[in-house]
């Protein structure tokens, strides 16, 4: 039985990678097949593994890569056409060139014929866990060789009654260059040889809005561009009236995987496909079930606003925000007077809207050589990820063990980032899987500790209330020009977060190399007026986070004019809760 839907937007989102999550076979050879190199499955997502994430503190597990999509193993004997070679990335294929929009990947299912029934039995694992799913819509492109043979009986497919002849007709589901035909990148060099040459006459406009039949190899080259009526020969004119047949279509997307029991979705890409169709849609599924979300993957901060306000999503990406000021601050450069220009500027009042993340599949994980190198320079940027604000926060899985690809797996080389393109086991992730026991049992005690901490962290932020629900204070303009000796303006972070009963003081250290010894000094009127504290008093002061060691005891006059004094090493947070004695 579930529990009710929270009454706030602290909600712990935890990514799993479906097709590597359970995969045990750590093989993992260069563009191995998905025999050699072993592919994970939804019953590896087993009851003992949900349990575990709820005991870790997550609310909402992000299943990636679960509808069908191009890949280079073949399927045809179970009914479903093969893909060519030369338009698709990687062996096992990008979960984000959807081919059946109605089905599940082939590779997560024991029985392939059973696919969408073990699908379902997950979704109830995970319900029954009392956790909640979100799964990718990918709205914006398909993959070139999309076929549904599993829609309902009588919805129109994909391109199927499109005037090809014309390059835009806003009834169209492609965009089409008629007398074009489309040539592949020539620059592609599969590890599975084509058959035969792809053959698509007309050319169809590419899904990174490329309208040329050559595009490149560093193009979405394997994906073909979603019409929703938006005119690119004629200034991106909008013709939404009658609704385009996109539109429609992918509203009994949505209404489908919603009636199989999906809680949110992640919508890629969702800046590329016009604010109106989600102001249209969002409430047409939310009226099938008023609690679903809605997640917009999108990188345009000026544009953050329109889709939360006009386009009704509940919460997006903060890419091009936070992790993109703090990345450089864990790298060793950039500053943290960034992290005050951002919630000034560019999501203060939608704050609670925001996503925050360290990691996801897109990105470079913190242990690579490509980021920081040590997934313990992350503590005091996730954190501060997720006590900020109100926001909810992501964990990518492994992150939390400090996971650290260091070879090519395939399509995708050796980046940094756990390919999502190919066949391949997460040794130190299969330490925490441990045989499908999911007790870290494996893990060594660097690992532990790390995981500990994500832990602990996951929970002081959905169990406190001024985290949760609680107000936001910088306290940067009190500290950082002389006031308070040893307080770096480029390294140091402070804020509060606090309501009428609980009030926490937040001290970052992002020097990965000295250890600061500081004061931290709260305005008189500040104590008084803000946090409602009496004039006169003592005040505890208690670590709560992420130890329970700092113990002191000040007057107000002590915490305005000479300030709470502190050590932090290198990369690290206190949290202090203050009390009234």
Same mark, same amino acid.
């Given at each position: 039985m579930q529990s009710p839907v929270p009454e706030h937007d602290k909600l712990i989102i935890y990514q799993i990678f479906t097709r590597l999550f359970g995969n045990q076979n750590l093989t993992n050879k260069y563009y191995g097949s998905r025999d050699t190199n072993g592919v994970g499955k939804f019953n590896d997502i087993t009851t003992v593994a949900l349990k575990a994430l709820k005991d870790f503190g997550i609310s909402h597990v992000w299943y990636t890569g679960v509808i069908e999509h191009a890949m280079m193993t073949d399927y045809s004997e179970y009914g479903i056409e093969a893909d060519n070679p030369l338009i698709v990335k990687g062996r096992a294929g990008s979960p984000y060139a959807i081919k059946d929009y109605y089905d599940v990947d082939p590779d997560l299912a024991v029985d392939v014929n059973n696919r969408i029934a073990e699908f379902e039995a997950l979704v109830q694992r995970t319900h029954d866990a009392d956790l909640k799913l979100v799964i990718d819509f990918v709205p914006n492109h398909v993959a070139r060789q999309y076929a549904s043979d599993s829609k309902p009986v009588g919805l129109r497919d994909f391109g199927e009654g499109d005037r090809m002849d014309l390059a835009f007709d806003p009834q169209n589901n492609f965009y089409y260059l008629p007398g074009e035909p489309f040539c592949s990148p020539e620059a592609i060099e599969s590890p599975v040889s084509a058959e035969e040459t792809y053959v698509e006459n007309p050319a169809r406009a590419t899904g990174n809005d490329v309208f040329t039949p050559h595009p490149s190899i560093y193009d979405w080259y394997e994906t073909i561009k979603l019409n929703y009526g938006v005119n690119y020969l004629d200034g991106r004119s909008r013709q939404f009236d009658p609704l385009p047949a996109t539109w429609l279509q992918m509203r009994d997307i949505l209404l489908y995987w919603t009636q199989k029991g999906v809680d949110g979705f992640r919508c890629d890409m969702a800046e590329m496909v016009p604010v109106e169709f989600w102001g249209w849609v969002i409430p047409e599924i939310q009226n099938a079930n008023p609690h679903i979300i809605f997640i917009a993957e999108i990188y345009n901060p000026a544009e953050y606003h329109n889709y939360i306000k006009t386009g009704k999503f509940?919460?997006?990406?903060?890419?091009?925000?936070?992790?993109?000021?703090?990345?450089?601050?864990?790298?060793?450069?950039?500053?943290?007077?960034?992290?005050?220009?951002l919630w000034q500027n560019e999501s203060g009042d939608i704050a609670s809207h925001m996503l925050r993340f360290l990691e996801n599949h897109d990105e470079q994980r913190i242990a690579s050589r490509f980021f920081a190198g040590d997934p313990w320079v992350g503590v005091p940027a996730m954190t501060l990820s997720a006590t900020l604000h109100t926001g909810p926060v992501m964990i990518y899985f492994g992150q939390e063990v400090g996971v650290n690809p260091t070879e090519p797996e395939g399509f995708q080389g050796d980046d940094g980032r756990t390919t999502i393109f190919d066949y391949w086991g997460v040794p130190e992730f299969q330490k925490w899987v441990n045989g499908g026991k999911f007790d870290g049992g494996g893990l060594d005690e660097n690992q532990k500790k790390l995981r500990q901490f994500y832990h602990d962290l996951n929970h002081f932020a959905v169990e406190n209330e001024a985290i949760r629900t609680g107000k936001f204070y910088d306290l940067q303009y009190v500290n950082i020009n002389g006031q308070s000796p040893g307080y770096d303006k480029t390294r140091t972070y402070s804020y509060l977060r606090y309501t009428k009963t609980q009030r926490f003081l937040c001290i970052y250290n992002f020097d990965k190399a000295n250890t600061i010894n500081t004061s931290v000094k709260i305005p008189?009127?500040?104590?008084?007026?803000?946090l409602g504290l009496a004039n006169g008093q003592s005040f505890q002061l208690n670590?709560?986070?992420?130890?329970?060691?700092?113990e002191k005891q000040l007057n107000a006059n002590?915490?305005? *004019?000479?300030? @709470?004094? $502190?050590?932090?090493?290198? *990369?690290?947070? @206190?949290? $202090?809760?203050?009390?009234?004695q």
């Open positions: 509940d919460y997006l990406y903060d890419k091009v925000g936070l992790y993109n000021y703090l990345r450089p601050i864990m790298e060793g450069s950039g500053t943290v007077e960034d992290i005050t220009r008189e009127v500040v104590i008084l007026d803000t670590e709560v986070f992420p130890r329970r060691e700092y002590e915490i305005s *004019s000479q300030g @709470i004094p $502190i050590t932090l090493p290198p *990369s690290s947070v @206190i949290i $202090i809760e203050i009390m009234a």
